[in-house]
């Protein structure tokens, strides 16, 4: 596994939007620390950046409500019955990083 600059500041406001070559997500700040899940529902693929939003620790799919723990990216309420994947994230001097 590598880590991937987003380019997003430390200091950003949360969320926040990357791309990992090519894999969209939405990194978000809980309890003083930076979490990055998949932007995107495993239940019809809405990305919870554009069809969603962020409550503390759960993402919305505003599509058909899922809802998805950003701290696992386990589901918490269907219709999805599959988790969506978490990343490791880090802070680098003021960047965040992602592992991908």
Not at 64 to 71: A, L, P, Q, T
């Amino acid at each position: 596994m590598e880590w991937y600059d987003t380019g997003i500041p430390a200091n950003a406001a949360s969320p926040q939007r990357a791309n990992l070559s090519g894999t969209p997500v939405i990194l978000v700040h809980v309890d003083g620390a930076w979490l990055a899940v998949e932007d995107r529902c495993s239940h019809a693929g809405c990305a919870f950046s554009d069809d969603g939003e962020i409550d503390g620790q759960i993402a919305i799919c505003n599509c058909h409500g899922s809802e998805f723990d950003v701290r696992s990216g386990a589901v918490i309420a269907g219709p999805a019955d599959r988790p969506i994947r978490s990343y490791r994230t880090r802070q680098t001097g003021e960047r965040l990083e992602v592992e991908r």
